[in-house]
């Protein structure tokens, strides 16, 4: 009878519906209410948060943006669509399994919600290790710069972190300690966990705020001030690390560690190492790192050697093409001019030749006294004396 009741009741709920739809958030220091702020949608058997909602968008947001600047940066389509393809489900499985392993006292407790991440529980350092990590890999295997993909992806990254903060905020979690400044904010979720009328600070929101702002100065950097490969790798280290080290500490529901006596924010403590590598590394690239050009020139060279194979190199820079061509002009010039020398040579000799053949005739006609083989018009030789001395011997 209770499966046959609990069945009825199963089909009486509607087709759609919003979940917990009465949840609400304000700022009253500001004025400001969200009211009706659910979680999610459910349709039939199919529910969808807002929090992974939010993630997709962020996720859809930044791959339509990054493929749209891969040719200016020196990265192949195809090669952002593999790493795309498998940073995605290694940065949601880190930041899953980065979160559990430091909530294993609960966890450990609850294992059947180990894999419920539209309840929340994404660690963000979690995923950007497991996209490092599976960069190391494909930037091998593809022998392509590593510093080079995540110059490109970090920023996107940023970018998306910003966007999907605002799960926490439907969710009315990642807050912090209670606070009477100006953008202190309460919901019902909030005040069954410290209290009635108490105000907490809207972390989510700082982060959230410092992500967009770092999003737009890092990528303005990149394309008007980069000039080495592995820079932006490190203002990204540096800028959201500052900044994640300060909000860290104003969090309540930060993960954990002990060691000895002491409880150590695991993110504020990994915030602060990512500040002091992101400066040595910023300085290092800045003096001796990897041209960003140069890269980028080896990568247009590439994709034109792919849209014409069998077009000849010197045919792929109008430049050089042109700087052959006036090479080419200066050697017909230089062999033409090199043939007149020679004409201009030869012509004064051929002249001197003849008057000393011309004067030796004269000579010899002065001192014989007589013309040389004069010829009759039949070809005979004939004595003009006619004392026979003109007669040939044989």
């Not at 499985?93 to 309840?119: C, D, M, N, Q």
């Not at 080079?148 to 799960?167: E, S």
């Not at 590394?281 to 990897?290: A, T, Y």
């Amino acid at each position: 009878m209770n499966g046959f009741t609990a069945l009825l009741a199963e089909e009486s709920k509607p087709f759609f519906e919003f979940i917990e739809p009465d949840n609400y958030v304000s700022f009253p220091n500001i004025g400001v209410v969200f009211e009706h702020l659910a979680k999610g949608v459910r349709i039939g058997s199919f529910s969808l948060r807002w929090y992974g909602l939010l993630i997709v968008i962020g996720m859809a947001i930044c791959m339509v943006l990054g493929f749209r600047r891969t040719r200016s940066y020196g990265i192949s389509k195809d090669d952002l669509l593999d790493y795309v393809i498998f940073g995605i489900p290694s940065g949601i499985i880190g930041a899953r399994i980065y979160y559990v392993l430091f909530s294993l006292e609960y966890y450990s407790e609850h294992p059947e919600k180990i894999f419920a991440i539209w309840e929340g529980g994404l660690a963000i350092y979690g995923g950007v290790i497991a996209v490092v990590i599976m960069a190391l890999i494909a930037t091998k295997v593809k022998k392509r710069s590593f510093l080079h993909f995540m110059d490109f992806v970090l920023p996107y990254i940023m970018l998306g972190q910003a966007i999907g903060r605002w799960g926490n905020f439907t969710n009315q979690e990642a807050y912090g300690t209670n606070t009477t400044t100006l953008f202190g904010m309460t919901g019902n979720l909030i005040e069954k966990a410290v209290g009635k009328d108490i105000l907490v600070h809207p972390t989510f929101l700082y982060e959230s705020l410092w992500c967009f702002a770092g999003f737009a100065f890092i990528a303005i950097y990149r394309k008007k001030l980069q000039k080495n490969v592995g820079e932006v790798t490190a203002l990204y280290m540096m800028v959201y690390g500052v900044e994640r080290a300060v909000v860290e500490g104003l969090r309540t529901d930060s993960l954990m560690v002990k060691i000895g006596s002491l409880d150590i924010r695991v993110s504020q403590w990994l915030s602060v190492a990512l500040v002091i590598v992101g400066i040595a590394l910023f300085i290092d690239s800045r003096l001796k790192g990897k041209s960003l050009a140069s890269i980028i020139e080896k990568y247009n060279e590439e994709e034109k050697k792919k849209a014409d194979p069998g077009k000849q190199p010197e045919e792929a820079l109008p430049e050089e093409q042109d700087e052959r061509v006036r090479t080419s002009l200066s050697d017909v010039a230089d062999m033409i001019a090199e043939e007149e020398q020679k004409a201009a040579e030869e012509e004064p000799e051929d002249e001197a030749e003849d008057p000393e053949e011309d004067a030796e005739y004269p000579a010899d006609e002065e001192e014989s006294g007589e013309p040389e083989n004069l010829t009759d018009f039949d070809g005979d030789n004939k004595d003009p004396i006619g004392d026979g001395s003109g007669d040939s011997e044989e």
